[in-house]
């Protein structure tokens, strides 16, 4: 039997630890979006601009796609470290333990990150199977998101943002994220130990699934942090730095982070949709009314996110980016 290995706990080295704050919102606030509904590209228009978030359902990614890449991320995740150390760190990709980035941030956390265009294919690789067919159904219904979101913008032609996504040169990622049992934190005194620490995604759009275990958190506009119920059978959507520029602020990027459990594991699943590297971030011409600005200067993906990466995780990335009032 393979025991689980578990990142080794030091609160001197972590400060991570945050007091519990009850939510000032219900959980009843965060929108539930059927995308059967044929009002839902209204429903996904009202919740980027609100929440920058939403839980949808009836979303058509097969419930088993799901669970057996779930199931085959648990049997990588019980190898043991030097096992696990074979899928090389992550520079950029690949196997990763308690440090997020190279710039200091840390969380009680140990992942895979893979670039997903393409995904590595290896038949003899049962956990790369079962990504591929995974990432590459939530990669068909995040095209149909934003497609709805263009939709409900009233933007001409209908593939506007989905043609960025789908480009052969499309910079996506993907990540599954293993936050193991914290039992540490029973001494803490009713604190939190973080999983990952409050940030926004710099892409377009992110698409995660998770088991039946509790953690993430998102930030609402007057700065409260709400805990999202889990739901293994849904799919939870955020608006990413990249699409709040082309909505120049219409959508705001969602802050998220994820806090540690002391009994349950809690593994999630992330597909990040960016545009190709030299595709210019700028808000879209149809957007603008008229004798509206830009908020942002021009960029291109790569040197937003090659900035991005520079940053610490809480650090707020598209303050750089912005136009000054006088300019």
Excluded at 49 to 74: A, I, Q, Y
Excluded at 135 to 142: D, I, P
Excluded at 280 to 295: A, D, F, H, R, V
Aim: aromatic residues 8%; proline residues 7%.
């Amino acid at each position: 039997m393979v025991v689980l290995s578990q990142p080794t706990l030091d609160l001197n080295q972590y400060s991570l630890l945050r007091s519990t704050c009850k939510p000032t919102a219900s959980f009843a606030d965060i929108p539930e979006i059927d995308l059967s509904d044929p009002n839902a590209k209204s429903h996904i228009i009202k919740a980027c601009e609100e929440f920058g978030f939403f839980k949808l359902v009836n979303h058509r990614v097969p419930v088993e796609l799901m669970t057996k890449l779930e199931d085959e991320s648990l049997c990588f995740f019980k190898l043991s470290e030097s096992e696990k150390d074979k899928a090389r760190p992550p520079h950029p990709l690949g196997y990763g333990c308690k440090n997020i980035g190279s710039n200091g941030d840390k969380g009680w956390i140990e992942y895979l990150l893979l670039n997903a265009n393409p995904l590595p294919i290896l038949s003899q690789n049962s956990f790369l199977c079962a990504a591929e067919e995974y990432v590459r159904a939530v990669k068909k219904l995040s095209s149909e998101v934003v497609e709805l979101i263009a939709e409900g913008l009233k933007m001409e032609p209908r593939n506007g943002i989905s043609k960025l996504l789908n480009d052969e040169k499309a910079d996506c990622c993907f990540r599954v994220n293993h936050y193991p049992p914290c039992p540490e934190m029973q001494s803490l005194g009713g604190r939190n130990m973080i999983g990952f620490g409050e940030h926004t995604d710099p892409q377009i759009i992110s698409v995660l699934r998770s088991n039946n275990s509790s953690g993430l958190q998102i930030c609402l506009r007057d700065g409260a942090w709400v805990s999202v119920p889990p739901d293994a059978g849904a799919l939870f959507v955020n608006v990413g730095d990249a699409l709040q520029v082309m909505t120049n602020g219409r959508f705001k990027s969602v802050k998220h982070k994820v806090v540690a459990d002391p009994n349950r594991e809690r593994v999630s699943m992330i597909y990040f949709g960016g545009p190709p590297l030299s595709e210019k971030i700028t808000p879209l011409p149809q957007l603008l009314e008229e004798g509206e600005e830009s908020l942002y200067k021009e960029f291109t993906w790569w040197e937003y996110k090659t900035a991005a990466y520079k940053t610490k995780l809480a650090d707020y990335r598209l303050g750089a980016f912005e136009k000054s009032p006088n300019s």
